[in-house]
């Protein structure tokens, strides 16, 4: 569109904004960043409005990419622009518009890629998402291998790898958690490689123990006490109130993960009996759990007088602001955790303060009161009970119970 024409566009959109149900906040934040825009076209003369001026915009104004955030508030600034021009385009706009990462795979790596995926990655039981970041892992390795002159697989090198995993460690900076996920992805792409007579080590060659970051396992976990606290900071005569509070209560008293309360569907609850049934997301395991009356009647509460109407009917949980779809991310939920446990007064310096933690919290709580390990296994719907015995080292009483006496000499 030529600048005139975007101009002209600015009362539609802004009255689609108010007609969408946005707040104040949202749509002078939308003003201002098109305003700003329009008076950059102006002294730079620019006639033709499309995406390339946007991002120049945006580098020049705020040095940021559109594609590549590195803040929260750079997700406020950017979304104004590219939901005007998504519905100057389509007569509508959607909540999220990053772009999905592209992978790079060098010329000399395509091939041995294509195979690797095929073979390996797609017949995997896993979701999409971590599909994804398995490959993603794998193409950012490639990359770096190939920059470093090693042009084929069959030469790679032990030393090879471990200078990757400083490159990640000194160079990106990666956080303890990304580099535990890439030294997990490549030692069993490493092995693969290995099985298929590809390399000449395994993945465990390379990997012979890949550490876990301590915080993760001791750090985690929340009182009773605290849970209560949290839960009673909810204001639940606001309709956001009743939905964060419903979606507190199944994360405290039911462990379920994020990803399966934001795709959570009227289909999976069943109220004359009492239980919640579907396959979860991570595990595409079924798992059925006690519809318990602290999930029940808040559940009741939020879908009766605070779900706003919403064209995904089939989804309990719907966004707290217009436009109203189904949650898309398990951010949002992290974020109701969050700011749940500042406003209550939850002291969480040095500890995970999310969705995970109050089902970690919930399964400590159940080994403080002697719940079978077995039982709590099936509840968190874990495939072995090897998983769910990591929280028994939360608790020294139960794991004093379990180690062996050692004979005096």
């Avoid at 007609?19 to 002294?43: E, H, L, R, V």
Wanted: net charge positive; aromatic share 12%; proline share 3%.
């Amino acid at each position: 569109m030529n600048t005139q024409e975007f101009i002209n566009f600015v009362p539609i959109f802004m009255d689609k904004l108010t007609k969408d149900g946005m707040s104040q906040t949202i749509i002078d934040n939308n003003k201002w960043i098109i305003d700003s825009f329009i008076k950059y076209c102006s002294t730079h003369k620019i006639s033709e409005v499309d995406m390339t001026v946007i991002k120049k915009f945006y580098e020049q104004q705020y040095n940021m990419d559109i594609y590549n955030l590195n803040s929260p508030l750079q997700t406020t600034i950017r979304r104004p622009l590219l939901i005007f021009m998504e519905y100057y385009r389509n007569g509508n706009y959607y909540k999220s518009h990053l772009q999905s990462k592209q992978l790079s795979i060098p010329l000399n790596y395509s091939a041995i890629f294509k195979l690797f995926q095929e073979n390996f990655v797609n017949k995997m039981n896993i979701v999409e998402k971590s599909k994804r970041r398995k490959l993603w892992v794998i193409a950012n390795f490639f990359e770096y291998i190939d920059n470093n002159n090693i042009h084929n697989i069959n030469n790679l090198k032990i030393i090879d790898v471990s200078n990757y995993i400083l490159y990640l460690t000194n160079i990106k900076k990666y956080a303890h958690a990304t580099l535990h996920i890439h030294k997990t992805v490549l030692r069993e792409t490493l092995d693969w490689f290995y099985k298929n007579d590809i390399i000449t080590f395994s993945g465990r060659q390379a990997f012979p123990l890949i550490r876990k970051d301590s915080r993760e396992v001791l750090l985690s976990t929340y009182t009773s006490e605290e849970i209560k606290q949290l839960l009673d900071i909810i204001n639940t005569e606001s309709k956001h109130g009743k939905c964060i509070y419903s979606i507190l209560t199944i994360l405290a008293y039911l462990g379920l993960r994020a990803g399966d309360i934001i795709n959570l569907k009227f289909e999976h609850i069943d109220f004359e009996n009492d239980e919640l049934k579907f396959y979860q997301s991570k595990t595409k395991q079924l798992l059925t759990l006690p519809l318990i009356d602290e999930v029940k009647y808040p559940l009741l509460d939020y879908i009766k007088n605070g779900r706003p109407q919403c064209d995904e009917k089939e989804y309990v949980f719907i966004t707290l602001y217009a436009p109203f779809t189904r949650f898309k991310a398990t951010s949002s939920i992290f974020r109701m955790v969050e700011g749940a446990m500042k406003k209550a007064g939850i002291n969480y310096a040095n500890k995970h303060h999310g969705p995970h933690a109050l089902r970690h919290s919930l399964a400590t709580n159940m080994i403080n009161n002697n719940v079978p390990i077995s039982a709590i296994s099936q509840i968190l719907g874990h495939n072995n009970i090897r998983t769910t015995e990591i929280y028994i080292t939360k608790d020294t009483t139960h794991l004093r119970e379990l180690t062996l006496e050692v004979p005096n000499e």
